[in-house]
Every structure is written in C-alpha cells, then in structure tokens.
C-alpha cells in the first residue's frame, strides 16, 4: 500500500498532522528544558549526584517528547492529488486509505477553539457508499483551503468529463 502518484496524478497537497496537536507535549517538553537550563544558574541541591541525575531526568523527559511528537507526525501523513485524496498511516507497517474525486459526495469541515481560529481542523471526505467519513485529515493545517482545493478539483473534473 502506498500513497505515491501514478502516471498522470499530480500531488497538490501534502501534509501532516499539525503541531497544535502536541501543544501539550510541546508545552511540557519547554518546561522541562527550561528546568534543565535553571539546573544550571539557580542553586537547588548542595549534592553533585542529584543535581546530576536530575539533570539527566529533565533532559530525558525533553528529548523523549521531542522524539515522540517527530515520530507521531512522520507516521501519518495526507495527500491530496488531482484525482484522490488520501491518508497514509505508519513507519514500518504502513496502512493507507483513499478515496477517488469523482466519489466524493460530502467534505465536513470542523474546527474548534483557538486551533481553529489558527485554521487547524479535521476535514472529512465521505463517498454515498457509506455513513461514516471514507478518509479523514485530522489537525490539519489550513483545513478550509484543503476543503476549497478538492472543491475545486472536483469543479474543474466535472468540466473536463462534460
């Protein structure tokens, strides 16, 4: 399974999961880099062993976030070309679902709270074959111009095929 072109298909977006998605991790990951970095100008502890496994700890729990939210994001990524959009899941293992442009009857657009405000949202594409969303770009960047974007590709086929 893999979500790269064929032929004639050209990719028009490509994308992952946004950052907003980990603000949490992120915010934590600061925190525990900023405490690391205090370690270094504030006295906490007379004990050259634990200010040193402390050190150690804060720079672990940052590096391990870091890592975490590269990996989370390499893993899954969305694609839109001129005659599919599609989501690919995975590193070693890979899953993919797409859907073609022609069979796309609905785009559902959500946005919520100050991600949204950002443009971040997740956007469904459902065929009439089922009730429930056929691919979905979850904590996308820009999700109303993605919206816009198959609307668009979906306009400019119907006018070629008529």
Sequence with gaps: MNATPIDHEE??????VSH????????????SLAALLATFFVHVVDDV???SVLRGVLAVIALSLIVWISVDRSRRKYIVT???????FGIVSKQST????????SINLTTTGLSGLAGIGRVEF???ASDDADVIFWNTPNAEKIRDL?????????????
Excluded: M, P
Excluded at 24 to 31: D, M, Q, T
Excluded at 82 to 88: C, D, H, L, Y
Excluded at 99 to 104: A, E, G, K, N, W
Excluded at 150 to 162: K, P
């Design 11 to 16: 990719v028009l977006w490509s994308g992952t």
């Design 20 to 31: 907003w998605h980990y603000a949490g991790k992120w915010l934590l990951a600061v925190i």
């Design 49 to 51: 062993t634990v200010l």
């Design 82 to 88: 001129n005659q599919r959009v599609s989501v690919e």
């Design 98 to 105: 797409e859907l073609r442009i022609q069979d796309i009857r």
């Design 126 to 128: 459902s065929s009439a």
């Design 150 to 162: 198959v609307r668009s590709v979906q306009s400019s086929a119907g006018a070629t095929a008529s």
